[in-house]
C-alpha cells in the first residue's frame, strides 16, 4: 500500500491526502514546487517524480477494528 506522507521532503510544507504531491519508486515525496525546482528527478534516488495518487480519506476510516489494526501495525 502506499504510504501518503504528510509533508515535502525538501522544503517541509504540509500535503494532506488530496494536496498535489510527487514521489518517485521508493515514495520520496515533494509538494509540485519542489518537484519543478528538482525538474522532476528524485534527489535521493535519481528516479522520476511523478503526480502522487489522491485518496479522499485515510484508509482506516470506515474499516472493521480488525482491518484498522492490522494496516497500522503494518505502517510503523
Known sequence: M???KSSCERCGVSL???DQ???CSFECTYCRQC???LQRNCPNCQGQL???PTRTRSPTE???QRFK???EKLLR
Do not use: D, N, Y
Open 2 to 4: 502506499l504510504r501518503m
Open 16 to 18: 494532506g491526502l488530496t
Open 21 to 23: 504531491a510527487f514521489i
Open 35 to 37: 518537484a519543478e525546482h
Open 50 to 52: 511523478v503526480l502522487r
Open 62 to 64: 470506515g474499516q472493521p
Open 69 to 71: 489494526a492490522k494496516l
